[in-house]
């Protein structure tokens, strides 16, 4: 029998109190009698509502995603919308993904919100989250709600909050609204009778306005109705994307779609994958079988709340190859940005967005087409939050992030996997127009500006010794920087903690002009980069490698990327990782 804490034990006692449904108190009933680690993991600590929201694994619990928790979370969220916007009827839209509980979840925030006077958006089916926050903005809410815990497994469900810009929160918000839902401490707190009269359901309406918004986007429809017929695959992996990307493609002009029907159904078990994740081959095994069935051009994933797409292309000989992140967003930008000059679109002031772990490529491409290209620290609300910053004063045109998530044009400020799919889709109709394959072009833009390349590991360090032990390193790299990596010279560091770069070279320090964030990054005289960062979910450190090499013809291409290969690895062992 386990041996359980007094303070996990009173936790889950005062769950069978009548503040709590019947079916509730009977599974706490249940554990107790039982003694279990279920009990310890569902009671040991309250669900963190962080920067981003919730995101747990369902069940009862106060560490659990379920009824109480989320109306507790839902009620200071609501407090301080109430607080923010005084002297009027505030507003906030609401979506959920095809998840188990993603619905009724929805529903319960949609009550919670109603009987606290505000008035209530709600999604009347599965939607995708870059239209939820297209709507916020669309019908000028002052938040959003979207229920997903995106790829993560089919345990698992989250609590996504954005703000009035139609961005995920960022500060003053975003500490603001967790000091508010700590102020929940039980549910008797949360105003859980609803005010139906404030709820509308809506659903097409905006789908019609997303779409035709999404449509605006397209720089080269002649060349899309040139090449309609373009074999393209998509799967949506059992998530929302089937409500929106095939229409988008149609919308677009393309004729040819091919549905991978068995992963067509929304459903949150997710069935035919291991992880519902477009960056994995595995998840995208069906789509490819597919692809070679029918002799596809193009293959498409969405995540399950379609922010985020992997794509898969043919090389030369005819195999599907995987794009990582990097190279779909390179290839966004050089078709974007170079179809913005022939179409004569630029006035001067236009501006792009990277992730500071995000291939330096992307710059290049931007420098070459004089666009201003700024990074932003890792998340894509960093990216939203430049955007509203220079609303009216600069044009975005597009942004990206290297894992799988893009962002073309403004009016949603999120990653839009459906606007990418899209945009992808008519950049491989340009380059069919050209005679060339999406591969074929990446090589163009690597005999163009350089090769790049780039890798991800991550460290795994459990409990409270792995946690000290990533802290030591974070501390070492600062305090005891390398002079060289892999025989190269380290010629500029960037310590977003101290938020200051260093030229080592000649010893002079300047500021960074971004929020503190524990994120140290190395530049090497050869052109690699390394980023260290501790992950703010998981116990882990993550290191990110990118390095530049030359290449003169389209024939070196599969040697330079052996060769590049190598060096991300000769560059790992030099750190003794």
């Not at 990054?521 to 450190?541: A, C, H, L, N, Y």
Request: charged letters at 25%; one cysteine or more.
């Amino acid at each position: 029998m386990n041996t359980i804490d007094k303070n996990i034990l009173d936790n889950a006692k005062s769950w069978l109190s009548d503040s709590y449904d019947i079916e509730t108190r009977n599974e706490v009933s249940r554990m107790l009698a039982e003694n279990s680690t279920e009990l310890i993991d569902s009671f040991y600590k309250n669900l963190e509502f962080g920067t981003g929201g919730l995101r747990g694994i369902m069940g009862v619990g106060t560490n659990r995603m379920n009824k109480y928790t989320v109306g507790m979370a839902t009620q200071g969220l609501a407090n301080y919308i109430l607080r923010s916007f005084p002297n009027m009827e505030p507003s906030v839209a609401i979506a959920f993904d095809s998840r188990n509980n993603s619905s009724y979840f929805a529903q319960v925030a949609a009550e919670v919100m109603s009987a606290n006077g505000i008035k209530v958006y709600l999604f009347d089916k599965l939607r995708p989250v870059p239209e939820l926050s297209f709507t916020v903005r669309y019908l000028r809410c002052n938040a959003g709600i979207v229920l997903t815990a995106s790829h993560n497994p089919k345990e698992y469900n989250g609590y996504k909050v954005y703000w009035a810009d139609g961005g995920q929160l960022v500060p003053p918000h975003d500490k603001n609204i967790i000091t508010e839902v700590g102020k929940i401490n039980s549910p008797n707190l949360v105003k859980f009778k609803a005010d139906f009269d404030k709820i509308q359901i809506i659903g097409h309406d905006i789908d019609a306005v997303y779409f035709d918004y999404l449509k605006t986007l397209s720089i080269r429809p002649d060349l899309i109705q040139k090449h309609h017929d373009l074999p393209i695959v998509y799967s949506s992996i059992h998530g929302t994307g089937i409500m929106a990307v095939p229409q988008m493609l149609e919308y677009f002009g393309f004729s040819n779609i091919h549905l991978v029907e068995d992963q067509a159904i929304p459903d949150g078990n997710f069935p035919t994958v291991i992880s519902p994740n477009p960056e994995e081959r595995e998840t995208l095994t069906l789509a490819l079988k597919k692809a070679q069935h029918v002799n596809a051009d193009l293959v498409m994933a969405t995540d399950p709340d379609a922010d985020r797409v992997g794509v898969a292309c043919k090389d030369k000989n005819g195999d599907f190859v995987l794009l990582n992140g990097n190279q779909t967003a390179s290839i966004l930008y050089y078709y974007i940005l170079s179809q913005w000059q022939e179409k004569n679109k630029y006035k001067g002031n236009e501006f792009v967005v990277k992730t500071i772990v995000t291939s330096e490529l992307l710059n290049d491409i931007a420098k070459h087409y004089k666009v201003e290209s700024f990074d932003v620290l890792t998340g894509f609300k960093y990216i939203a939050e430049l955007i509203e910053k220079f609303k009216g004063e600069k044009q975005f045109i597009v942004g990206g992030e290297e894992s799988y998530g893009y962002l073309i044009g403004d009016y949603v400020r999120d990653k839009d996997a459906v606007a990418s799919c899209c945009m992808i889709a008519e950049a491989a109709a340009w380059a069919k127009s050209r005679s060339m394959t999406l591969i074929d072009v990446l090589i163009e833009i690597y005999l163009k500006f350089g090769f790049y390349k780039e890798d991800l590991i991550s460290i795994t360090k459990k409990g409270k010794a792995g946690a000290d032990e990533i802290k030591r390193m974070m501390e070492n790299y600062r305090s005891n920087p390398p002079t060289e990596i892999n025989g190269s010279k380290v010629i500029e560091i960037r310590d977003y903690q101290k938020a200051e770069k260093t030229d080592t070279l000649h010893n002079i320090t300047t500021a960074i002009s971004l929020p503190t964030s524990n994120v140290i990054q190395f530049f090497t005289e050869d052109g690699s980069k390394i980023t260290v960062r501790p992950s703010g979910t998981e116990p882990k450190i993550k290191f990110y490698f990118g390095i530049k090499k030359e290449i003169k013809k389209a024939s070196e291409f599969d040697v330079v990327n052996e060769q590049a290969n190598q060096r991300i690895q000769a560059i790992i062992k030099s750190l003794d990782l």
